[in-house]
């Protein structure tokens, strides 16, 4: 086998590792956004006081829980479109810094990575 094609064969597995994880997050947004829903739906017409309650954190609390991990995965479904927008332009697994390439076995473990492990350790 060329390297080329090693080279399609590993961006093939890591597309496809991107789309799970994309459905996955979307997946999550979803249940999250109705945990947010049942959470304020609870609270219409109740008049509590879940500043005082004995029973632990609060609504508003539980609420911004839920989006602030919302929030996390909406931002993880962007970085994955924009590495899928790299493997569609042929310029997934080139260093953003340098310019080389990435490692196959990075973007295996680490699919939307810009930067090359060198690049990378340097912080910048």
């Given at each position: 086998m060329s390297t080329a094609d090693s080279t399609a064969d590993s961006t093939a597995e890591v597309e496809a590792l991107l789309r799970a994880e994309r459905a996955a997050a979307l997946a999550t947004v979803r249940d999250l956004d109705r945990v947010i829903a049942g959470v304020v739906?609870?609270?219409?017409g109740a008049n509590t006081d879940d500043e005082h309650d004995p029973e632990g954190a609060t609504i508003a609390f539980e609420r911004a829980?839920?989006?602030?991990?919302r929030d996390r995965q909406l931002a993880?479904?962007?970085?994955?479109?924009?590495?899928?927008?790299?493997?569609?332009?042929s310029t997934f697994g080139t260093c953003a810094r340098c310019g080389g390439p990435i490692a196959?076995?990075?973007l295996l473990a680490r699919p939307t990575a810009t930067r090359c492990?060198?690049?990378?350790?340097?912080?910048?």
């Amino acid at each position: 086998m060329s390297t080329a094609d090693s080279t399609a064969d590993s961006t093939a597995e890591v597309e496809a590792l991107l789309r799970a994880e994309r459905a996955a997050a979307l997946a999550t947004v979803r249940d999250l956004d109705r945990v947010i829903a049942g959470v304020v739906e609870a609270t219409e017409g109740a008049n509590t006081d879940d500043e005082h309650d004995p029973e632990g954190a609060t609504i508003a609390f539980e609420r911004a829980q839920a989006s602030a991990v919302r929030d996390r995965q909406l931002a993880r479904v962007r970085e994955v479109d924009e590495a899928l927008a790299r493997v569609a332009t042929s310029t997934f697994g080139t260093c953003a810094r340098c310019g080389g390439p990435i490692a196959p076995g990075r973007l295996l473990a680490r699919p939307t990575a810009t930067r090359c492990i060198t690049c990378a350790a340097l912080g910048r």
